[in-house]
C-alpha cells in the first residue's frame, strides 16, 4: 500500500494519476482528497496537457468506501471531484480495468475519455446496497447511452462486459493489453498535437426527449408499486436529468442519496453486503494453506447430491458420482443432465461448456473409484447410522489425506466422521437446496478436524462462488437452529389463535419469499418431524410443546411431494390451496387443550417470530455456534430467505432495538420459560450500552 493512496507523475505534457488502495480501490476519504490535490496539481502546471487516471492492482475502483456510509461524511464528496473532472481545462482520460463500478465509474463518466481492456466489467450496482448512482451517475450516464439503456443498468445493478460498454457507447474503445499504457500513448499523442481528444461538445450526447420519457415511463410501469424506494428514486433522477436544467438535476440526484441513504433498508442491504465478505474472514487460518483439490467425489445422487456435482461441475472440478444401483445412478446422471439442458435453454450455459462439464462427470457403483479423490462429499439420506456406514467405507477406499466431507442438515459431524477412522479429516459441508443454485454453505469442523481441513472447506467454496458461514458442531448448526426457533414460535400463535395461512401472509408481507409453512410443504416434513421426535427426549420438563405439526405428519400429510401439508396441492399445483381439514386439525388440538382461540395481528406475528429468532442467535453466540451476529444474518438471508433489505434476524434486532426486544421477550417468557427466557447476552449487551453489531468486529 503506496503511503499516499494517489501517486502523480508528471512527464512529457501528461500528468498520470495512479490510485492505489488496496485490495479494491475504494473511493475512501484518504483517496478522493489525494485524489483531488493531485487533480488540482496538474490542472494547474502548465506543462501538463492531458490527465491520465490509472488505478493500480486488480482493479479501477470498485466504488465509494461502503464501510465509511453511516459514519460522519467528510469532505471532498465525490461528486465534487466528478464536477471538477468534468469541467477540467484539460482532457482528462480514464483508463478502466477489473471492475469499474459505482462511484469508480461516475468518475470514469466525469472524464473526457475512457479506454478499458477487455476483460473490464463496468456497473452501476448502487441500487443492490438499496442506493443510486449518487455522484452524477443519474444525470450523465444517460446523456451518453441513453435513458432506457441507463435505467437497465442502474435498475438493474449488474455490470456490462467491456465489449458491450463499447457498442453502447459508454467506452470510447477497448484496448488489447494494458490499459494504462494505451491511456498514456493516447494522452501523449494529444500532448504532442498529433491527436485532438474529444469534448463533451464533441459527443452525441442523447437529448431525445420523447424516447427519453418513454424509457422513463416504461421503467415505472415494470416498478409497479411495490417494492423497495432505490429503484423508484432512480427513475426520478433520470427524469430530472431531462427535465430540470443541469446543476438542479445533480441537486436533485444529490437529495435523493441521502434519502436513501437514510433508510433501513439500504442499511440492511449494506449490511449484508459487508456481513457477506466478513463470513469469508477467519484470523486462525490465516497462512494455513489448504490441501490442493481436482477429484471430488459424491456418495449419493439425489436432489442433493446431484446439485452438489453440477456446482462442483461448473467450478471446474472433476467429479465422480457414486450410488448404490445402476437404477439409482441412471437417475442421478439423468437429474444433472436434465438441468445442463435448462441451463443451455435459457442461455446459462454454452453447448460447449456444457460438454465440456460432462466430460469431467463420471458415475460408479463401486466405492472404490474413489481411492484417489482428494475429497469426498457425503450426501445420503438424513439418517445417522448410514451415514456412519458410508463413513466406515470411506475410510477404508479413499487415500490417506483425502478430506471427507458430510452434507447433513442437522445431525453430529463428529459422530458420523470417527466411523471413517480418520476423524481429523473430516467436515461438514451443509449444501443447501437447490445446492447449483443456493450460495450458502455452512462449514462445520469438529474438534478433531485439522486447521488445513477447514482451510480448504473455506478455498473450496469460493471456488464454487459460494459464501461459506463457518458454525460449530451443534445440532441443527446456524441455520436450522433458527429456523427451528422461528417455526415453534409459530406454532404457539398457530395454537393461540392464528391461522397457519395467516402466519404466512404476514412473514411474505414482512419480506420473505414464502411464510414457514409453505417452506415446510416445500421441503417436506421428514426431517424436521424426525428432528422433534429425536427433541422430545431432551424437552425441558414444563415446556410448552405444540403437536399440530406432528398431527400434519401422523395424517400423512408430508407436503408438496405427497399432494398435501398445510396447504392442499391438487393435481400436483405447486400454489397451495388453504386447508379447511388442517384448520379443524388445529382447532381440534386447541379444544384438547382447552385453549380458546385469540385474535393474532400482523405485527405480533412479526414481533415475535423476529424476537424468537434473535433470541436463538443470542444462544447460538454464547454457545460458540456462531462467531458473529454477521454470520447469523448471513446465513438466514442467502440460505432462508430472510429479506436481504432488512440485513438477517442480528441486524434486525439492533434495528428493532435490543431493550424493546428483550422486554418482550421476558413478556413472552411468561407463557413458557422455557422458550422465550431472553439469553443473557442481552442484558450484557444492554447494561453496556451495545448492540450485536458491536459483536461483529474481527
Ligand atoms: N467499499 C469498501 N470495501 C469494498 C468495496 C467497497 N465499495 N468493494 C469491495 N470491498 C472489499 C470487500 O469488503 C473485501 O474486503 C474486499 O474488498 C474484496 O472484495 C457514490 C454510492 C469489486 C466485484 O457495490 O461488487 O459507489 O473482506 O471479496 O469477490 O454512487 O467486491 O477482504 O476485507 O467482494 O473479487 C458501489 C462492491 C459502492 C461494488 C470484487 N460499489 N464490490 O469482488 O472481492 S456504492 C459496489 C463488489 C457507490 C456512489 C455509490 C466486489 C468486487 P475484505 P470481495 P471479489
Known amino acids: 500500500m503506496a503511503d499516499q493512496p494517489v501517486d502523480v507523475r508528471i512527464e512529457d505534457g501528461v500528468a498520470v494519476l495512479t490510485i492505489d488502495n488496496p485490495p479494491v480501490n475504494a473511493l475512501s476519504a484518504a483517496v478522493r482528497a489525494a485524489l483531488l490535490r493531485g487533480l488540482e496539481t496538474a490542472f494547474a502546471d502548465p506543462s501538463v496537457r492531458a490527465v491520465v487516471l490509472v488505478a493500480a492492482g486488480r482493479t479501477w475502483p470498485a466504488g465509494a468506501d461502503i464501510r ?68 452524477g451517475g443519474t444525470q450523465r450516464l444517460p446523456r451518453l447511452i441513453g435513458a432506457g439503456a441507463a435505467l437497465r443498468m442502474m435498475l438493474g445493478g449488474q455490470p456490462v462486459t467491456a465489449e458491450s460498454a463499447e457498442k453502447m ?67 426520478d433522477c433520470v427524469e430530472a436529468a431531462l427535465l430540470l436544467p443541469e446543476a438542479e438535476g445533480f441537486a436533485f440526484e444529490r437529495a435523493a442519496f441521502e ?75 439423468a437429474r444433472i443432465s436434465a438441468s445442463h439442458d435448462r441451463a443451455v435453454a435459457r442461455g446459462q450455459l454454452s453447448a460447449e461448456a456444457r460438454e465440456r462439464e460432462w466430460d469431467r462427470l463420471s458415475g460408479t457403483t463401486q466405492l472404490i473409484e474413489l481411492e484417489d479423490a482428494d475429497l469426498v ?59 447449483h443454485v443456493m450460495r450458502l454453505v455452512e462449514v462445520i469442523p469438529t474438534d478433531r478436524t485439522r486447521p488445513e481441513v477447514l482451510a480448504t472447506a473455506f478455498a473450496l467454496a469460493r471456488r464454487m462462488g459460494k459464501i461459506a458461514v463457518r458454525a460449530a458442531n451443534s445440532e441443527g448448526f446456524i441455520g436450522n437452529r433458527i429456523l427451528t426457533a422461528c417455526r415453534t414460535a409459530a406454532d404457539f400463535l398457530v395454537e393461540d389463535g392464528a391461522s397457519p395461512y395467516q402466519v404466512d401472509r404476514a412473514m411474505v408481507a414482512w419480506g420473505f419469499p414464502l411464510g414457514p409453512y409453505q417452506v415446510l410443504d416445500l421441503a417436506g416434513h421428514e426431517i424436521s418431524w424426525a428432528r422433534r421426535k429425536r ?34 396441492y391438487p393435481e400436483g399445483s405447486r400454489r397451495g390451496e388453504e386447508d379447511p381439514e388442517v384448520l379443524a386439525l388445529i382447532e381440534a388440538e386447541r379444544a384438547r387443550k382447552g385453549i380458546v382461540a385469540r385474535p393474532v395481528g400482523s405485527a405480533e406475528i412479526h414481533r415475535r417470530l423476529l424476537a424468537a429468532m434473535a433470541n436463538e442467535g443470542a444462544r447460538l453466540l454464547e454457545e460458540g455456534v456462531a462467531r458473529r451476529p454477521s454470520d447469523i444474518d448471513v446465513v438466514m438471508i442467502t440460505g432462508y430467505g430472510y429479506p436481504r433489505w432488512r440485513g438477517g434476524p442480528m441486524h434486525d434486532a439492533d434495528q428493532a432495538g435490543l431493550l424493546s426486544l428483550r422486554n418482550a421477550l421476558r413478556d413472552y417468557a411468561r407463557e413458557d420459560a422455557a422458550f422465550w427466557t431472553p439469553a443473557p447476552l442481552w442484558d450484557e449487551l444492554i447494561k453496556n450500552g451495545r448492540r450485536f453489531a458491536d459483536l461483529n468486529a474481527g
Open 535 to 568: 427433541a422430545a427426549a431432551r424437552r425441558a420438563p414444563g415446556a410448552r410443546h405444540v403437536a399440530i405439526p406432528d398431527r400434519i405428519c401422523e395424517a400423512g400429510w408430508l407436503g408438496q411431494k405427497a399432494g398435501r401439508g398445510y396447504y392442499r
Open 68 to 135: 465509511e456510509f453511516g459514519k460522519p461524511p467528510a469532505a471532498p464528496w465525490l461528486p465534487e471531484i466528478c464536477d471538477r473532472i468534468a469541467a477540467a481545462p484539460k482532457p482528462v482520460i480514464a483508463a478502466l480495468h477489473g471492475h469499474a463500478l459505482g462511484g469508480g465509474l461516475e468518475l470514469a463518466l466525469a472524464a473526457q475519455v475512457r479506454l478499458a481492456d477487455q476483460a473490464a466489467r463496468l456497473g452501476l450496482p448502487e441500487v443492490t446496497l438499496g442506493l443510486l448512482p449518487g455522484a
Open 169 to 235: 457507447g459508454l467506452v470510447d474503445a477497448v484496448v488489447p493489453g494494458r490499459v494504462d499504457v494505451a491511456a498514456l500513448r493516447l494522452a501523449r499523442s494529444h500532448a504532442t498535437g498529433e491527436t485532438a481528444l474529444p469534448t463533451a461538445a464533441d459527443r452525441a450526447l442523447h437529448r431525445d426527449g420523447r424516447a427519453w420519457m418513454a424509457a422513463v415511463a416504461q421503467a415505472r410501469r415494470d416498478l409497479g408499486e411495490r417494492g423497495l424506494p432505490a429503484p423508484a428514486r432512480i427513475v
Open 259 to 333: 434519502d436513501l441513504l437514510a433508510t433501513p433498508e439500504s442499511a440492511g442491504l449494506r449490511h449484508a453486503f459487508l456481513a457477506e465478505r466478513a463470513a469469508a474472514r477467519q484470523p486462525d487460518l490465516q497462512g494455513i494453506a489448504p490441501r490442493p483439490l481436482s477429484r471430488v467425489g459424491i456418495v449419493g445422487g439425489g436432489l442433493m447430491g446431484a446439485g452438489i456435482a453440477m456446482a462442483l461441475l461448473r467450478a471446474g472440478f472433476d467429479v465422480t458420482l457414486v450410488e448404490e444401483s445402476t437404477e439409482a445412478l441412471t437417475a442421478a446422471l
Open 377 to 435: 462429499i457425503e450426501a445420503v439420506f438424513e439418517d445417522e447410522a448410514v451415514k456412519r456406514l458410508v463413513f466406515a467405507d470411506l475410510g477404508r477406499v479413499t487415500r490417506p489425506g483425502a478430506i471427507l466431507a458430510t452434507n447433513t442438515s442437522y445431525l453430529d459431524v463428529a459422530r458420523i466422521g470417527e466411523a471413517s477412522g480418520r476423524p481429523e479429516d473430516v467436515i461438514g459441508l451443509h449444501f443447501f437446496s437447490p445446492a
